[in-house]
T-cell receptor, first 110, second 115 residues
């Protein structure tokens, strides 16, 4: 059973656009929802994370929206830049174990 | 800035051979993890380790896998008899986990190629 479902698989936006990446999870026990950014040849790097007691968290140009009742959360990138081109993974879990989504390859066109 | 370091960056091994992947977690972290990523696919959880023992493991982490913290700094993943399908990027991660809050920092990965 896939614990975390992520969409879309790939996304192309113009510079300045607002790409949105969506994730849905199954396990209501999950209490931590990080997003990771991965550049080619590098490990995933923590970008932003949210806990289920808030519905939105913003850090710089990155915003997580969280809908606990729907078991969904999404990443919004404001004023996207070519340097944001990377693969983005959502994850969900509790304690020590995270389950990752399948990743979204984002390309921001100059 | 503290970081998780992994060695080697790339290892090629023959099928059936044993490999050991090494990681140095961030020094004050308490939880350690191994994940793998088959080329172009999602990151998959293998195992977590706390207080010198495995705390959780996935179905992937079968008897051919083992982990060890042989000293105060290294964290290793051993694959006893490698198979072709073990070819993947292996990521080590560590976290400083306090009650209800967890974040993991990943190393740059070891690319394992089994031939």
């Amino acid at each position: 059973q896939q614990q975390v479902k992520q969409s879309p698989q790939s996304l192309i936006v113009q510079k300045g656009g607002i790409p949105i990446i969506n994730c849905a999870y199954e396990n209501t026990a999950f209490d931590y929802f990080p997003w990771y950014q991965q550049f080619p040849g590098k490990g995933p790097a923590l970008l932003i994370a949210i806990r289920p007691d808030v519905s939105e968290k913003k850090e710089g140009r990155f915003t997580i929206s969280f809908n606990k009742s729907a078991k969904q959360f999404s990443l919004h990138i404001m004023d996207s830049q070519p340097g944001d081109s990377a693969t983005y993974f959502c994850a969900a879990g509790t304690g020590n174990q995270f389950y990752f989504g399948t990743g979204t390859s984002l390309t921001v066109i100059p | 800035e503290p970081e998780v370091t992994q060695t080697p960056s790339h290892q090629v091994t023959q099928m059936g051979q044993e490999v050991i992947l090494r990681c140095v977690p961030i020094s004050n972290h308490l939880y350690f993890y191994w994940y793998r990523q088959i080329l172009g696919q999602k990151v998959e959880f293998l195992v977590s380790f706390y207080n010198n023992e495995i705390s959780e493991k996935s179905e992937i982490f079968d008897d051919q896998f083992s982990v060890e913290r042989p000293d105060g700094s290294n964290f290793t993943l051993k694959i006893r008899s490698t198979k072709l399908e073990d070819s993947a990027m292996y990521f080590c991660a560590s976290s400083l986990s306090t009650r209800g809050i967890t974040e993991a920092f990943f190393g740059q990965g070891t690319r394992l190629t089994v031939v």
